[in-house]
């Protein structure tokens, strides 16, 4: 019955490679999230998704594309890895998106441990 | 641009003793604040969200307060104990469009038995 669930939990991987990295939420909530906590252990945003709609898309590289296939999953797609992608990826989730939101308690997810080599 | 800020960056204490982790922000204009635990390669957890309506919210051993006005945020831990150890984390939320939250840098506190 996990809320926030991402896979997988450790990904290795070279330079230049493609990968995926999933999550979903059964919590029923409308907007999802990626953050990524550097080796400094920094959280920062990178998108956010509102029923599906992009709305944050902070300076990521373009090499960075979400995918929401649904309102209860977001999936992070990385093309051409680079040594400074490795990092902690979050996922989270909220009940409420846009404008009127006071209570909107975001959820995270576990984590996904990139390492790039 | 919002910034938020943590201090102390670490802090240990034994068992037992009460301790306040603070928390500033620049832009008062702000939601709501959370608190966050966060353990060694765990994810995060949420202890407390203060609406910015709130001044204060408590759960168990823990209350947190907010100051709007000046741009402040404590969390206050009572009667610590060694399962505290973590990193805890703040953060508030602008108000944009997917409320986005603003992290500090954690505060990583070690309480010894």
């Known amino acids: 019955d996990t809320a926030v669930s991402q896979t997988p939990k450790y990904l290795v991987t070279q330079m230049g490679n493609d990968k995926s990295i999933k999550c979903e939420q059964n919590?029923?909530?409308?907007?999802m999230y990626w953050y990524k906590q550097d080796s400094k252990k920094f959280l920062k945003i990178m998108f956010s998704y509102n029923n599906k709609e992009l709305i944050i898309n902070e300076t990521v590289p373009n090499r960075f594309s979400p995918k929401s296939p649904d309102k209860a999953h977001l999936n992070l797609h990385i093309n051409s890895l680079e040594l400074g992608d490795s990092a902690v990826y979050f996922c989270?989730?909220?009940?409420?998106?846009?404008?009127?939101?006071?209570?909107?308690?975001?959820?995270f997810g576990p984590g996904t441990r990139l390492t790039v080599t | 641009k919002q910034e938020v800020t943590q201090i102390p960056a670490a802090l240990s204490v034994p068992e037992g003793e009460n301790l306040v982790l603070n928390c500033s922000f620049t832009d008062s204009a702000i939601y709501n604040l959370q608190w966050f635990r966060q353990d060694p390669g765990k994810g995060l957890t949420s202890l407390l969200l203060?609406?910015?309506?709130?001044r204060e919210q408590t759960s168990g051993r823990l209350n947190a307060s907010l100051d709007k006005s000046s741009g402040r945020s404590t969390l206050y831990i009572a009667a610590s104990q060694p399962g505290d150890s973590a990193t805890y984390l703040c953060a508030v939320s602008t108000g944009q469009a997917g409320t986005a939250l603003i992290f500090g840098k954690g505060t990583t506190l070690s309480v010894s038995s």
């Open positions: 203060i609406q910015s309506s709130q």
């Open positions: 919590l029923g909530h409308d907007t």
């Open positions: 989270a989730s909220s009940p409420m998106g846009l404008a009127g939101g006071s209570r909107y308690e975001q959820y």
